[in-house]
């Protein structure tokens, strides 16, 4: 059962095969080079535990060959046969004690087979303490390398620009560092240990019976490359047939989780036997798709025992038919001991295939999982500080963009020749269609992606010649979609200021107008938050991001403003947040209100990458260029807004 | 499977109550007889497979008699060299001794030449007997393990359409109080831990029994006294195998915890990157990280340690077992009352001995965990639906569309506050009536009672005269159209989510529903047109489109009655305008309940009801409201969002004013 649970674990497991196995594994040892001297010791323990494992159907075969056996001929023939002339002993001589004489009573066998049998058992306990220990050296310098590998993969992902996750998926390379780490584990302990205990067994018990017997040897032998056959066809069945039943599984789990969350949707509209019947669908092809890949589960054990049936009949029979027809196999001399010393090494020797290749899928996984991990950490970091880089000294919050071009890829240019100064706590808005470059301009001035001609300048000291630690830390970004982590609302807000204390927490909460809402949360600014914020509407972890940056207490201040649905009395308290935390600081803010564009210094009209109209909000207007047209379209709906703003809403609408 | 779910979830935006009691999460009381009767009545859902499971345990047999010959066998091949090499040997003695030594053994000299003779033959034989056996062994085991696994897969099957099934039908408080996480646990690792245990665990276990039992009674039979020295084993291994189980199981429970405790970080940090970085607290989360990473691997050890300790311990109890046998069988041999092929025989058995134990301690640990979890199968399968036809139900027909509510109160518990208390009013077919409130005032359960997603707890809900509890759901619900705030897509097509409320519409028709819900215009300029896929959570779509299909889902229904909740999410003027104007299209006609955002709404409505703390405080028109209630003043001021219902020119103008 174990071993059948196992095995379906192991097959089940992401399945694929490794590209560059060796080159993979060179790069491992990298990692576990520091843990040599324990790597050492394992191979020691394992050298002596499997040669104690080699030994045991040796010294089965020498207490029948020199203890049972004389002592049964004895029995029969009341003299051992070799007082024959012309007759073979019917044991061989390759006893470690004394050959007891002809002479020898019942007594002195039994003495004799206690003495051996006891020298087995120290050797029984002496392997099961090495064992223990090998296993646990080998699981605490696996799970070392391990979780080195996580930080080191941590880590770079730091290192990675955000250039490089606007190409590749968030959640793929999440992926490689959970699944591909997972497999990794499952291989590093356990099935390792045991794959090097069993490559190892396997050699040496082949060469021990190769070496006492090569012939013998050859024929017990001859099953085993139907056993290794056997082990890569079913494992290569199995891995295609699951990565069916993944694909299934996964169905019906996106199956329930859709339907399960919108259950209430279901009901308002009926659905739900229409429901029921789609689920069963892909219940359905799961449970045939598990089926299918079952049988080749099933089908790999038994074939693997019923081939080591065989080989152990091939042992006993051939051996014994030529012990009989005269004690000589092709030249070598058979003996009963030794018949029974090879059925001990047949059996040893099946056990490890076996076991390899229940772990065979989950290796290659293992390495190709690593194969994936090292691509990841070879991806080279775009954006570094440069060799000279010194800490920006305290910013005063001139912000100046000199003949700034910048794309994503190369040849497709987001931004070109952008021209602009923000004097200290000067507010530019700058607005433009979706694309045109907005976002690009906000992302430049932190550093988050380099320009690729000109500069992006900060009290006339060019971002890339500061580090970018220390150039961050001066600027505050609230970003349209806030993230929030799954810690308390305190911790959250304290993400600007690490050090900051509890008081000026609440501070900064306060002057972002979020205490009200939170000291309503069930434990106050110690609610705990769900994952991404969790609980709290979209308004409110908008709320706590201003909170965050105006506990940061940034001299610029990037501002990306939510276009998101927020109800009327959250939208009010977050424009008077703005207003204030943005009040004596250098704000760049990507507009979508017409208030914030009002009061901006400046206006900064983007399209297609480039800064097409500047100027105050009424001279653009007057203008009637690209922005009148813009306005028109896109701001319009917050006239109103303004106006219940300024003037008695109810008298607003009676108006009408 | 991995399944990671985010619990806590925000749930959708009809629902008020969030008590969060889960009663299917707690351990049950983990008697042994309450887990035996809910394991029994599991085991039902195999009788649906009996054939299959007939099989299975049917292969088991012959597997296992197969596997007990192989070993036998061998001793056979063993004796017959020995004994044929021994008459060999007598018979190349002297005449003389011959026939003495002969004696001895208790034969003829005829005998030992027949045994001369024979042994070829007889040790091909037993060969080829082993390769019989083994190919025997071989297709009934597979069958047996093949068989198990269809049985077991069907039984999940079958719970997971079971548990579907309820919980589709189970009705809205049900869910108000269970997670859809919780939900996804009772459907996947719950069932799947069932099943294991019903499908493969009981044949196992079974397999397991029949093979100790039959190499017990061949030990018995070829030798008692050495068999008396297997017997204390048993224990004491099933002891152990017990206790491992007992042991690790809690350790990795731990490990599965620190690795989302790592990996929620690593996910954060992921997703959040842009803040990390804004922020400079690349270093601080490093230190997470790798507390995180620490915490994991000194857990990791923990079990390594634990590991290291009990797995050698179990192979030298096995191990033991076979020195013992070695040697007391050693003794008996030379005492002459063991032959080495029955030793060799024993030694052989004893692993069928011991393999037995540690699959039956495997499998009572495997147990007491599908006992925990066919209970909590067995709480869903079992809670009673709040909601459900009435014996005799009317199907309800041609609909005008009045609607009254008489004197109606609402709880969500017994017992609990009243959340709406003696409400009574009614809509007369084709009017508008908006719902006005604070949050939490009642509104959003006034439309969910319409529908009958509740039951009210004391009062009537009436529609064309009929208590809503008197008609089929289906019918009631085929008549009311709702339109949300929050729109949730489906994963299909843009097609498919518009005759999400009928699925066998005509093209023609979701056609013509879109066009009315100003939809079909954007849906065209999508390459696949309606057979766009629409992405988890609608997530190719904007907020402006996603509305405007559910509002196009909405007419499809062709509805008398209609609940919607007006508010827009932001977007640009003119789909803003194209979204009222499509609403507005919507509305004409039916019998409407709208939760009002907006004050062209209550201006428009036939009635306003102004509730506070589950009551209606105040009724009437907008223009006798504002004259009549502060509260609802109050209300309109600061809650309602000014919108365009003039035509675009007009707006121009205007915006020239403001200018």
């Given at each position: 059962?174990?071993?059948?649970?196992g095995?379906?674990?192991?097959?089940?497991?992401?399945?694929?095969?490794?590209?560059?196995?060796?080159?993979?594994?060179?790069?491992?040892?990298?990692?576990?080079?520091?843990?040599?001297?324990?790597?050492?010791a394992?191979?020691?323990?394992?050298?002596?535990?499997?040669?104690?494992?080699?030994?045991t159907?040796?010294?089965?075969?020498?207490?029948?060959?020199?203890?049972?056996?004389?002592?049964?001929?004895?029995?029969?023939?009341?003299?051992?046969?070799?007082?024959?002339?012309?007759?073979p002993?019917?044991?061989?001589?390759?006893?470690?004690?004394?050959?007891?004489?002809?002479?020898?009573?019942?007594?002195?066998?039994?003495?004799?087979?206690?003495?051996?049998?006891?020298?087995?058992?120290?050797?029984?306990?002496?392997?099961?303490v090495?064992t223990?220990?090998?296993?646990?050296?080998?699981?605490?310098?696996?799970?070392?390398?391990?979780?080195?590998?996580?930080?080191?993969?941590?880590?770079?992902?730091h290192?990675?620009?955000?250039?490089?996750?606007?190409?590749?998926?968030?959640g793929?390379?999440?992926?490689?560092?959970?699944?591909?780490?997972?497999?990794?584990?499952?291989?590093?302990?356990?099935?390792?240990?045991s794959?090097?205990?069993?490559?190892?067994?396997?050699?040496?018990?082949?060469?021990?019976?190769?070496?006492?017997?090569?012939?013998?040897a050859?024929?017990?032998?001859?099953?085993t490359?139907?056993?290794?056959?056997a082990?890569?066809?079913?494992?290569?069945?199995?891995?295609?047939?699951?990565r069916q039943?993944?694909?299934?599984?996964?169905?019906?789990?996106?199956?329930?989780?859709?339907?399960?969350?919108?259950?209430?949707?279901?009901?308002?509209?009926?659905?739900?036997?229409?429901?029921?019947?789609?689920?069963?669908?892909?219940?359905?092809?799961?449970?045939?798709?598990?089926?299918?890949a079952?049988?080749?589960?099933?089908?790999?054990?038994?074939?693997?025992?019923?081939?080591?049936?065989?080989?152990?009949?091939?042992?006993?029979?051939?051996?014994?038919?030529?012990l009989?027809g005269?004690?000589?196999?092709?030249?070598?001399?058979?003996?009963?001991?030794?018949?029974?010393?090879?059925?001990?090494?047949?059996?040893?020797?099946?056990?490890?295939?076996s076991?390899?290749?229940?772990?065979?899928?989950?290796?290659?996984s293992?390495?190709?999982?690593?194969?994936?991990?090292?691509?990841?950490?070879?991806?080279?970091?775009?954006l570094?500080?440069?060799?000279?880089?010194?800490?920006?000294?305290?910013?005063?919050?001139?912000?100046?963009?000199?003949?700034?071009d910048?794309?994503?890829?190369p040849?497709?240019?987001?931004?070109?020749?952008?021209?602009?100064v923000?004097?200290?706590g000067?507010?530019?808005?700058?607005?433009?269609?979706?694309?045109a470059?907005?976002?690009?301009?906000?992302?430049?001035?932190?550093?988050?992606?380099?320009v690729?001609?000109?500069?992006?300048?900060?009290?006339?000291i060019?971002?890339?010649?500061?580090?970018?630690?220390?150039l961050?830390?001066?600027?505050?970004?609230?970003?349209?979609?806030?993230?929030?982590?799954?810690?308390?609302?305190?911790?959250?807000?304290?993400?600007?200021?690490?050090?900051?204390?509890?008081?000026?927490?609440?501070?900064?909460a306060?002057?972002?107008?979020?205490?009200?809402?939170i000291?309503?949360?069930?434990?106050?600014?110690?609610?705990?938050?769900?994952?991404?914020?969790?609980?709290?509407?979209q308004?409110?972890?908008?709320?706590?991001?201003?909170?965050?940056?105006?506990?940061?207490?940034?001299?610029?201040?990037?501002?990306?403003?939510a276009?998101?649905?927020?109800?009327?009395?959250?939208?009010?308290?977050?424009?008077?947040?703005?207003?204030?935390?943005?009040?004596?600081?250098?704000s760049?803010?990507?507009?979508?209100?017409?208030?914030?564009i009002?009061?901006?210094?400046?206006?900064?009209?983007?399209?297609?990458?480039?800064?097409?109209?500047?100027?105050?909000?009424?001279?653009?207007?007057?203008?009637?260029?690209?922005?009148?047209?813009?306005?028109?379209?896109?701001?319009?709906?917050?006239?109103?807004?303004?106006?219940?703003?300024?003037?008695?809403?109810?008298?607003a609408?009676?108006?009408? | 499977?991995q399944s990671?779910?985010?619990?806590?979830?925000p749930?959708?935006?009809?629902?008020?109550?969030?008590?969060?009691?889960?009663?299917?999460?707690?351990?049950?009381?983990?008697?042994?007889?309450?887990?035996?009767?809910?394991?029994?009545?599991?085991?039902?859902?195999?009788?649906?497979?009996?054939?299959?499971?007939?099989?299975?345990?049917?292969?088991?047999f012959?597997?296992?008699?197969?596997?007990l010959?192989?070993?036998?066998?061998?001793q056979?091949?063993?004796?017959?060299?020995?004994?044929?090499?021994?008459?060999?040997?007598i018979?190349?003695?002297?005449?003389?001794?011959?026939?003495?030594?002969?004696?001895?053994?208790?034969?003829?000299?005829?005998?030992?030449?027949?045994?001369?003779?024979?042994?070829?033959?007889a040790?091909?034989?037993?060969?080829?007997?082993?390769?019989?056996?083994?190919?025997?062994?071989?297709?009934?085991?597979f069958?047996?393990?093949?068989?198990?696994?269809?049985?077991?897969q069907?039984?999940?099957?079958?719970?997971?359409?079971?548990?579907?099934?309820k919980?589709?039908?189970?009705?809205?408080s049900?869910?108000?109080?269970?997670?859809?996480?919780?939900?996804?646990?009772?459907?996947?690792?719950?069932?799947?831990?069932?099943?294991?245990?019903?499908?493969?665990?009981?044949?196992?276990?079974?397999?397991?029994l029949?093979?100790?039992?039959?190499?017990?009674?061949?030990?018995?039979?070829t030798?008692?006294?050495?068999?008396?020295i297997?017997?204390?084993?048993?224990?004491?291994?099933?002891i152990?195998?017990?206790?491992?189980?007992?042991?690790?199981?809690?350790?990795?429970?731990?490990?599965?915890?620190?690795?989302s405790?790592?990996?929620?970080i690593?996910?954060?940090?992921?997703?959040?990157?842009?803040?990390?970085?804004a922020?400079?607290?690349?270093?601080?989360?490093?230190?997470?990280?790798?507390?995180?990473?620490?915490?994991?691997?000194?857990?990791?050890?923990?079990?390594?340690?634990?590991?290291?300790?009990?797995m050698?311990?179990?192979?030298?109890?096995?191990?033991?077992?076979?020195?013992?046998?070695?040697?007391?069988?050693?003794?008996?041999?030379?005492?002459?009352?063991l032959?080495?092929?029955?030793?060799?025989k024993?030694?052989?058995?004893?692993?069928?001995?011991?393999?037995?134990?540690?699959?039956?301690?495997f499998?009572?640990?495997l147990?007491?965990?599908?006992?925990a979890?066919?209970?909590?199968?067995?709480?869903?399968?079992?809670?009673?639906?709040?909601?459900?036809?009435?014996?005799?139900?009317?199907?309800?027909?041609?609909?005008?569309?009045?609607?009254?509510?008489?004197?109606?109160?609402?709880?969500?518990?017994?017992?609990?506050?009243?959340?709406?208390?003696?409400?009574?009013?009614?809509a007369?077919?084709?009017?508008?009536?908006?719902?006005?409130?604070?949050?939490?005032?009642?509104?959003?359960?006034?439309?969910?009672?319409?529908?009958?997603?509740y039951?009210?707890?004391?009062?009537?809900?009436l529609?064309d005269?009929?208590?809503?509890?008197?008609v089929?759901?289906?019918?009631?619900?085929?008549?009311?159209?709702?339109?949300?705030?929050?729109?949730?897509?489906?994963s299909?097509?843009?097609?498919?989510n518009?005759?999400?409320?009928?699925?066998?519409?005509?093209?023609?028709?979701?056609?013509?529903?879109?066009?009315?819900?100003?939809?079909?215009?954007f849906?065209?300029?999508f390459?696949?047109?309606?057979?766009?896929?629409?992405?988890?959570r609608?997530s190719?779509?904007?907020?402006?489109?996603?509305?405007?299909?559910?509002?196009?889902?909405a007419?499809?229904?062709?509805?008398?009655?209609?609940?919607?909740?007006?508010s827009?999410?932001?977007v640009?003027?003119?789909?803003?305008?194209?979204i009222?104007?499509?609403?507005?299209e919507?509305m004409?006609?039916?019998?409407?309940?709208?939760?009002?955002?907006?004050v062209?709404?209550?201006?428009?409505?036939?009635?306003?009801?102004?509730?506070?703390?589950?009551?209606?405080?105040?009724?009437?028109?907008?223009?006798?409201?504002?004259?009549?209630?502060?509260l609802?003043?109050?209300i309109?001021?600061?809650?309602?969002?000014?919108?365009?219902?003039?035509?675009?020119?007009?707006?121009?103008?205007?915006?020239?004013?403001?200018?």
């Amino acid at each position: 059962m174990m071993m059948q649970h196992g095995r379906d674990m192991a097959l089940r497991a992401e399945a694929r095969k490794p590209v560059a196995a060796s080159a993979t594994l060179a790069r491992f040892w990298v990692y576990f080079r520091r843990y040599w001297y324990i790597l050492l010791a394992v191979v020691v323990l394992l050298v002596v535990s499997t040669y104690m494992q080699v030994l045991t159907p040796n010294l089965t075969g020498q207490v029948v060959d020199c203890y049972l056996t004389p002592a049964t001929e004895k029995l029969m023939g009341g003299s051992a046969s070799s007082n024959l002339p012309g007759i073979p002993p019917i044991t061989s001589t390759n006893c470690w004690y004394a050959h007891l004489s002809p002479q020898a009573t019942a007594a002195d066998y039994l003495a004799g087979l206690g003495g051996l049998i006891l020298l087995i058992v120290g050797l029984f306990v002496a392997s099961s303490v090495l064992t223990g220990l090998q296993f646990y050296l080998m699981t605490y310098s696996g799970q070392k390398v391990l979780r080195n590998l996580r930080v080191a993969v941590f880590d770079h992902i730091h290192r990675l620009s955000l250039g490089y996750f606007s190409k590749h998926e968030a959640g793929d390379v999440m992926t490689r560092i959970t699944v591909d780490a997972d497999t990794i584990q499952q291989a590093i302990t356990f099935p390792l240990v045991s794959l090097m205990q069993g490559l190892l067994l396997i050699v040496w018990v082949a060469f021990t019976m190769l070496t006492t017997s090569p012939i013998y040897a050859v024929i017990s032998l001859l099953v085993t490359p139907l056993m290794f056959f056997a082990t890569s066809w079913f494992s290569d069945q199995a891995r295609k047939a699951f990565r069916q039943v993944r694909s299934a599984v996964g169905d019906v789990n996106a199956n329930l989780q859709e339907s399960f969350s919108a259950v209430r949707e279901a009901q308002a509209f009926n659905r739900e036997e229409e429901n029921i019947q789609n689920f069963n669908e892909s219940n359905a092809a799961s449970r045939d798709a598990s089926i299918r890949a079952t049988a080749f589960t099933s089908a790999l054990s038994p074939t693997l025992e019923a081939l080591g049936y065989v080989s152990m009949a091939i042992v006993a029979g051939v051996g014994g038919l030529f012990l009989l027809g005269g004690q000589n196999l092709l030249g070598e001399t058979m003996s009963l001991g030794l018949i029974i010393a090879f059925l001990g090494y047949t059996q040893r020797f099946n056990q490890p295939i076996s076991q390899i290749s229940v772990m065979w899928t989950n290796i290659q996984s293992a390495i190709a999982g690593a194969e994936r991990i090292f691509g990841l950490l070879d991806t080279e970091p775009d954006l570094v500080d440069s060799p000279g880089a010194r800490p920006m000294p305290p910013i005063q919050g001139r912000v100046e963009f000199i003949h700034v071009d910048a794309e994503y890829e190369p040849g497709e240019a987001v931004l070109h020749d952008v021209n602009f100064v923000a004097e200290p706590g000067q507010m530019v808005a700058i607005v433009g269609p979706t694309g045109a470059g907005k976002t690009t301009i906000a992302n430049l001035i932190p550093r988050f992606y380099d320009v690729k001609t000109g500069a992006v300048k900060i009290d006339g000291i060019d971002v890339r010649e500061v580090t970018a630690a220390s150039l961050r830390a001066q600027i505050g970004i609230v970003l349209q979609d806030p993230f929030l982590f799954s810690d308390t609302v305190m911790e959250n807000i304290r993400y600007g200021k690490p050090h900051a204390t509890d008081d000026e927490v609440i501070a900064a909460a306060k002057l972002a107008r979020a205490d009200t809402f939170i000291e309503r949360l069930p434990e106050g600014y110690h609610t705990k938050l769900g994952e991404r914020g969790g609980g709290l509407s979209q308004g409110q972890r908008q709320l706590i991001s201003i909170a965050r940056a105006a506990l940061a207490d940034p001299r610029i201040l990037i501002l990306d403003e939510a276009t998101s649905s927020v109800d009327t009395r959250t939208e009010r308290l977050i424009q008077k947040a703005l207003e204030e935390l943005l009040h004596g600081r250098t704000s760049i803010v990507i507009a979508h209100r017409l208030s914030t564009i009002r009061h901006a210094d400046q206006v900064l009209v983007l399209r297609g990458g480039q800064i097409i109209e500047r100027g105050k909000h009424d001279e653009l207007l007057k203008a009637r260029g690209f922005y009148y047209d813009l306005y028109m379209s896109q701001f319009r709906r917050d006239i109103d807004f303004a106006e219940t703003d300024s003037a008695p809403p109810v008298t607003a609408a009676i108006g009408k | 499977m991995q399944s990671q779910f985010i619990a806590g979830r925000p749930m959708s935006g009809n629902t008020r109550h969030s008590g969060r009691a889960t009663p299917g999460s707690a351990r049950p009381g983990g008697a042994p007889n309450a887990d035996l009767r809910v394991l029994l009545r599991a085991m039902r859902y195999v009788s649906h497979y009996r054939w299959i499971a007939f099989l299975a345990y049917g292969s088991l047999f012959f597997a296992t008699a197969a596997q007990l010959m192989v070993p036998q066998l061998i001793q056979t091949i063993i004796d017959t060299v020995v004994q044929a090499f021994i008459a060999t040997q007598i018979l190349k003695m002297p005449a003389l001794v011959q026939s003495a030594a002969a004696q001895r053994m208790g034969k003829t000299i005829a005998d030992l030449q027949a045994t001369q003779n024979g042994f070829t033959s007889a040790i091909l034989f037993a060969m080829l007997a082993i390769l019989g056996f083994a190919i025997l062994r071989a297709i009934f085991s597979f069958s047996q393990t093949y068989n198990a696994e269809r049985v077991s897969q069907n039984i999940a099957y079958d719970f997971r359409r079971d548990l579907f099934a309820k919980i589709q039908r189970l009705s809205f408080s049900y869910h108000d109080r269970n997670q859809t996480g919780q939900l996804m646990i009772r459907a996947t690792d719950d069932v799947e831990k069932l099943r294991l245990f019903l499908g493969q665990g009981l044949v196992m276990a079974l397999q397991a029994l029949v093979l100790l039992v039959g190499t017990l009674i061949i030990l018995w039979f070829t030798n008692h006294a050495l068999t008396l020295i297997v017997l204390p084993i048993l224990p004491i291994a099933l002891i152990v195998f017990m206790v491992f189980g007992a042991l690790t199981q809690p350790l990795f429970r731990q490990v599965q915890i620190r690795i989302s405790a790592l990996n929620t970080i690593l996910q954060e940090n992921l997703a959040g990157l842009k803040v990390v970085k804004a922020f400079a607290r690349e270093p601080q989360e490093h230190a997470r990280f790798e507390r995180a990473a620490d915490d994991l691997l000194e857990q990791q050890l923990r079990v390594a340690r634990t590991f290291s300790f009990l797995m050698p311990v179990i192979f030298l109890i096995a191990n033991l077992g076979q020195a013992a046998v070695m040697y007391f069988g050693g003794q008996q041999i030379i005492g002459g009352t063991l032959t080495l092929g029955e030793w060799q025989k024993f030694s052989l058995y004893l692993i069928y001995v011991f393999f037995p134990m540690g699959q039956l301690g495997f499998i009572i640990n495997l147990m007491s965990q599908a006992a925990a979890s066919a209970q909590r199968i067995f709480e869903i399968l079992d809670t009673q639906n709040e909601v459900e036809d009435k014996p005799g139900a009317i199907e309800l027909k041609e609909v005008q569309g009045y609607v009254r509510f008489d004197d109606v109160t609402f709880r969500y518990f017994k017992g609990g506050e009243p959340v709406l208390s003696h409400v009574s009013f009614e809509a007369k077919p084709g009017q508008t009536v908006a719902l006005l409130g604070a949050t939490g005032s009642g509104k959003t359960t006034i439309i969910n009672l319409i529908p009958r997603f509740y039951d009210v707890t004391d009062g009537r809900v009436l529609i064309d005269g009929h208590d809503v509890r008197d008609v089929t759901i289906a019918s009631l619900r085929a008549h009311i159209g709702i339109v949300l705030q929050e729109t949730t897509l489906f994963s299909g097509t843009i097609r498919d989510n518009i005759a999400f409320g009928k699925p066998n519409a005509s093209m023609d028709e979701v056609i013509a529903a879109a066009q009315a819900a100003a939809a079909h215009e954007f849906i065209m300029e999508f390459p696949q047109g309606y057979d766009t896929p629409v992405g988890e959570r609608g997530s190719t779509l904007s907020g402006g489109q996603k509305q405007r299909i559910a509002i196009a889902r909405a007419l499809l229904l062709n509805p008398r009655i209609l609940i919607l909740d007006d508010s827009t999410s932001s977007v640009d003027l003119a789909t803003e305008y194209r979204i009222q104007q499509a609403l507005k299209e919507l509305m004409k006609g039916r019998t409407s309940f709208v939760i009002a955002q907006r004050v062209s709404t209550v201006l428009n409505a036939d009635q306003i009801l102004v509730l506070d703390k589950g009551q209606i405080v105040a009724r009437g028109t907008h223009e006798e409201l504002l004259e009549s209630s502060e509260l609802y003043a109050e209300i309109y001021s600061s809650q309602l969002v000014g919108d365009f219902d003039e035509a675009p020119e007009m707006m121009q103008a205007r915006a020239g004013v403001v200018l």
